[in-house]
C-alpha cells in the first residue's frame, strides 16, 4: 500500500500543525519517491529548488518527525551517513551495507524472525530491525579479494 502525500498533510494537520507550501512540498516528496531512501538533506534541497515552498532545515526536521510520531514514515541508520527516511506503509526490512562501497541491500524482516527472537531470548531486548543496518561486505567488493 502506497502512502500519498494528501494522506501525509492531514496526519500533519491532525497533529495541529500549519499546512504550509513548505510542509506539502516534504510531503509531496516523500511520498513521490517512497520507494527510495531519502536524507533530510536531500528533501531540503528537492524543496529548495521551488521557490514557492521557501523551506528551511528545521522545518524538514520538524517535518520528517511529525510524520514519524504519527506513524507513516521511519528512519533506518545505514552506516555512518545521515539517517535515512522512508515510508511506513513499506514492507518491514532490514538493511545491509557493504562498508566498502556503500551498496544497500533490503531484508524482509519476516527473514530475521528467528534471529530476533534468539537476540530477545538471549538478551531481554525487543529489537527494532528497522532502525538500523547490518554491516558487511558486498558480493563485488569480495570478489576483490580474491
Do not use: K
Request: charged letters at 20%; one cysteine or more; glycine letters at 6%.
Amino acid at each position: 500500500m502506497h502512502i500519498d502525500s494528501e494522506t501525509l498533510i492531514n496526519a500533519l494537520r491532525n497533529q495541529g500543525l500549519r499546512i504550509t507550501e513548505a510542509r506539502r512540498a516534504v510531503c509531496s516528496i516523500v511520498a513521490r519517491r517512497h520507494s527510495e531512501h531519502l536524507t533530510a538533506a536531500s528533501i531540503l534541497e528537492e524543496v529548495q529548488a521551488d521557490p514557492a515552498a521557501r523551506a528551511d532545515q528545521s522545518t524538514v526536521y520538524r517535518t520528517l518527525d511529525a510524520l514519524e510520531e504519527a506513524g507513516l514514515l521511519v528512519h533506518s541508520h545505514l552506516g555512518h551517513g545521515a539517517a535515512v527516511y522512508h515510508l511506513a506503509s513499506e514492507a518491514t526490512h532490514q538493511h545491509v551495507v557493504c562498508n566498502r562501497c556503500g551498496t544497500t541491500a533490503a531484508v524482509p524482516a519476516a527473514g530475521l524472525s528467528e534471529w530476533l527472537t534468539q537476540l530477545q531470548e538471549t538478551t531481554g531486548f525487543e529489537v527494532d530491525p528497522t532502525h538500523f543496518a547490518i554491516t558487511g561486505t558486498c558480493p563485488d567488493c569480495a570478489t576483490t579479494d580474491t
